[in-house]
């Protein structure tokens, strides 16, 4: 099925990619495993594929549901989030300026710090919710600037078509990782940013079964566009057959997951936020956060990702952390069960998270249940 205007969202995660098989008339779409395509005599393919590193059908469909879901021109999924940023990397020369945001996940910021070090290319970590800051950044024309919205741990929100519109006029692009909010609550592209970049790992998967990535583009011109898919081509750091399959059969519940995960997080939020042993709860969903109000224009919904700075500093965080008993101690967000992260541990010495934060990913368990887990845990503190 095509995605087209009058088509609601609820209904592209269901049917975008997954035509009934016309050969077989199977509904669930069959998992080609092939990792070559024949030719006849004459040396024509005898369909669309030639060679699974280039492409495959189960791919395909996958890419082409993402594609409706962010109302992109295309998608590319690749084997991980952060191959997504390493793919991006590879499109910049010596002497180019990468501005990424100051909070965001981690390991790609990381990652690309490293790489820039490495390659002469410039990567500059900046507040892009602070407009000075970004107006000396952008004045020097950056030929990337990445961000998440909300920001990941600090659940910062960055004003999207304000920044998309600055970096149009300098000529950047901006690629916005929507892993937190999700096309459910948040569609970049329709904000003006040229790129959007996922870990489907997380939400779109929704079950902390798999690991990939992807990109998705408003414009299949795009320079930057052109160049990740060759890499990709020619890289190959592609899903498996059996995950993209296994990714587009989860995103046909993304939409009755995100709905139910931000419903448990809008009813936690204010109880943690009002609760004694809780320093602070940020949620862009509460209206004394600083980005409420941009959030509330640019997200259908506040999603469902807390973080909470728990009082004690370091050891009140890692007394709550390991008093939590139904939500798992684990990295990573989005899936079915609720997940806390202590971050400054896992980030280490070079992270400027505070001591005493822990990440809430919020599932789709019974939210009374969650929140006998937090109060017992909070009673630990
Ligand atoms: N983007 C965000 C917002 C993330 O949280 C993560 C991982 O935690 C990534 C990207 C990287 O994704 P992956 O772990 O699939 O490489």
Not at 86 to 110: A, K
Not at 229 to 237: F, I, N, S, Y
Not at 271 to 291: E, F, N
């Amino acid at each position: 099925m095509a995605g087209n205007n009058q088509t609601s969202f609820d209904t592209l995660v269901v049917h975008a990619g997954r035509a009934i098989d016309p050969q077989t008339g199977a509904v669930s779409p069959p998992l080609h495993l092939s990792s070559t395509f024949a030719r006849d005599p004459s040396g024509e393919l005898l369909g669309d594929h030639v060679y699974g590193r280039y492409g495959n059908p189960t791919r395909d469909r996958l890419d082409h549901c993402l594609a409706s879901l962010e109302g992109a021109a295309a998608a590319l999924t690749v084997a991980s989030g952060c191959a997504v940023a390493h793919l991006l990397f590879s499109t910049l020369s010596q002497g180019d300026e990468l501005v990424v945001s100051h909070d965001m996940y981690f390991g790609i910021r990381h990652l690309l710090q490293q790489l820039g070090g490495r390659f002469g290319v410039t990567v500059t970590a900046l507040d892009l919710a602070n407009d000075d800051g970004v107006a000396v950044a952008l004045a020097r024309r950056p030929r990337i600037v990445m961000c998440e919205s909300p920001t990941n741990p600090l659940m910062q929100i960055i004003d999207l078509a304000r920044l998309a519109e600055r970096c149009r006029t300098a000529g950047s692009s901006l690629v916005v990782d929507n892993t937190m909010a999700t096309p459910v609550l948040q569609q970049p592209l329709s904000l003006g940013a040229h790129l959007v970049m996922h870990s489907t790992t997380k939400y779109l998967s929704g079950h902390s079964d798999l690991i990939g990535g992807a990109l998705l583009t408003a414009d299949e011109d795009d320079p930057t566009w052109q160049r990740v898919q060759e890499v990709r081509k020619v890289t190959g750091a592609v899903p498996s057959p059996f995950d993209s399959w296994l990714l587009l059969r989860s995103v046909a519940t993304l939409a009755l997951r995100v709905e139910r995960q931000v419903d448990n997080a809008e009813a936690l939020a204010p109880w943690l936020a009002a609760h004694p042993k809780i320093d602070r709860v940020l949620y862009p969903g509460l209206s004394d956060h600083p980005g409420h109000d941009v959030a509330a224009a640019q997200m259908r919904r506040p999603g469902a990702m807390l973080s909470l700075l728990v009082a004690g500093g370091l050891e009140g965080a890692k007394r709550f952390s390991a008093a939590l008993d139904l939500i798992v101690r684990a990295t990573s967000l989005g899936g079915v069960h609720s997940l806390a992260e202590h971050r400054k541990p896992v980030e280490g010495p070079l992270s400027t998270t505070p001591d005493n934060l822990v990440r809430l990913s919020i599932g789709i368990e019974g939210v009374d249940d969650l929140r006998a887990d937090l109060a017992s845990a909070l009673d630990a503190v």
